[in-house]
Structures are given as C-alpha cells and as structure tokens.
C-alpha cells in the first residue's frame, strides 16, 4: 500500500540558481502539503551515507562532492500517494528527457544537476526522511 508521505532535496545547484522558492511552489501548486523544511548542507561524510547505494558506482566521487558544494533544502511531503506523484512531477533524471511542466525540465542542468531529489520507493521515504529530520521535526 502506497503511503502519503515522500521526501525530496532541493540540490545544490537549485539552490545556487536562486530557484529554491520556484520549486517550492511547484510543489504546492501539485497539491503537497510541507511537513518538514529546512536549508542545511550536507558534510562528505552525511553524502555517503546517504547515497551509500551508490558506492560502487564510477559517479559516486562526483556525487558526493557535488551535494557538499553548498546547501540543499531538505523536506519532507505529504499527498495521496506521494512517492509516485512526487516522481511525476519532479521528471526524468536526465531534464532533456524530462517532460513539459516538470521540475527538472524546468530547473535541472544535466543528469548529473538534476535540481532535486526525490525517493524512489515508500521505504526509501520513511528511510531519506528519518536521515534528515528527527522524529519532533516532522509535523
């Protein structure tokens, strides 16, 4: 059963973009309620664990020293099955490929600045959240 609640990060490049408040409001404008929010950066040692799955991928260097450049906006979102109309509307990976009227097509660089991130299951959501927020910061 699909649950309400997903999380997503605003990356580095958004941030730096100055698009932090365009995606938030997309957000909202698809109907996501913000439980959790905050503007935070990520150390090396936070982004290995955090992509730790991708450990012994050829990107994984480049992914960590590029979510440690600057801040990310970390939130947690609630919505009727949330994971999957979250990955709708934040797009492919790659924003060439990404549809019209999506997060990435709008804000995303390339693959690898992807403007944001968002769980890939309901598992991986309660998991990504927990990381980010103590159990008092999710409302």
Known sequence: MATNRT???IKPDAVEAGNI?????M???????IVSLKLTQLTKADAEQFYAVHNARPFFGELVEFMTRGPIVAAILEKDN???????L???TNPADAAEGTI????????GENAVH???SDENAAIEGAFHF???EQF
Request: glycine share 16%; no cysteine; hydrophobic share 40%.
């Open 118 to 120: 968002g769980s890939d």
């Open 134 to 136: 103590a159990g008092r």
């Open 90 to 92: 934040i797009g492919a």
């Open 82 to 88: 949330a994971v999957e109309a979250f990955r709708t």
């Open 21 to 25: 408040g365009g995606i938030l409001n």
């Open 7 to 9: 999380f997503t990060m």
């Open 104 to 111: 990435r097509k709008k804000y995303a660089k390339s693959i």
């Open 27 to 33: 957000i909202t404008e698809a109907g996501f309620k």
